[in-house]
């Protein structure tokens, strides 16, 4: 887990408002990365993903934006919904097929 | 099955007793992966099985723990003298791709394992 840092780890927002997640790795062998959800008593589930020849992706109400030489890659919430309450995970993935998650973002959307 | 099932969904075990924890994977995959998740954290790698062929085990994280998957679909994650330190959830995911880095990763609800 060392490998990413994700910030922050607790984020409240208004229906409607845009949360940003930020995940920045070190091994430069990741060649996926995708932001999980995660419900309460739930497996996390994919989200969104990008590959690194892209620097962004727009699904939904969803965006990741990448930054290759920075190694940073953030997520998008708009208008965001009080259904969107979960934890969310960036997890690149190596070459190798193992993800690494980072250690979790607790998103709160008031109504 | 619609997606991955794992039992038990909740065990609870005392300190030196062994655990087993089962996955079955989507019908059809062939990659299939266990990770560890500690309250509040994120999930860790810990082995991961190609059909029968447990082609990466470098997560594990003591040789108490031993995973298998011998006819290359339902897969068993063993744990033999539980440690407190052994709590946490432990999820199963898989893929349909023959390599690990191709395809979407499906997670099970995972089995939480309380060691008292």
């Known amino acids: 887990q060392q490998q990413v840092k994700q910030s922050p780890q607790s984020l409240i927002v208004q229906k409607g408002g845009i949360p940003i997640i930020n995940c920045a790795y070190e091994?430069?062998?990741?060649?996926?990365f995708p932001w999980y959800q995660q419900f309460p008593g739930k497996g996390p589930a994919l989200l969104i993903a990008?590959?690194?020849?892209?620097s962004e992706k727009k699904e939904g109400r969803f965006t990741i934006s990448f930054n290759k030489s920075a190694k940073q890659f953030s997520l998008h919430i708009m208008d965001s919904q009080p259904g969107d309450s979960a934890t969310y995970f960036c997890?690149?993935?190596?070459?190798?097929?193992?993800?690494?998650f980072g250690r979790g973002t607790q998103l709160t959307v008031w109504p | 099955g619609a997606g991955v099932s794992q039992s038990p969904r909740y065990k609870v075990a005392k300190r030196g007793q062994d655990v087993a924890l089962r996955c079955d994977p989507i019908?059809?995959?062939?990659?299939l992966f266990w990770y560890q998740q500690a309250l509040g954290q994120g999930p860790e790698f810990l082995t991961y099985?190609?059909?029968?062929?447990?082609?990466?085990k470098s997560g594990l994280p003591s040789d108490r723990f031993f995973a298998e998957r011998p006819e290359g679909s339902v897969s068993t994650l063993k744990i033999q003298r539980t440690q407190q330190e052994d709590s946490a959830v432990y999820l199963c995911?898989?893929?349909?791709?023959?390599?690990?880095?191709?395809?979407?990763?499906?997670f099970g609800e995972g089995s939480r394992l309380t060691v008292l």
């Open positions: 099985f190609q059909n029968e062929a447990q082609l990466d």
């Open positions: 091994n430069t062998a990741f060649d996926y």
């Open positions: 019908s059809g995959h062939v990659s």
């Open positions: 997890a690149p993935r190596s070459t190798l097929g193992r993800l690494y």
């Open positions: 990008i590959r690194p020849d892209v």
């Open positions: 995911a898989s893929s349909l791709g023959r390599r690990p880095n191709t395809g979407e990763l499906f």
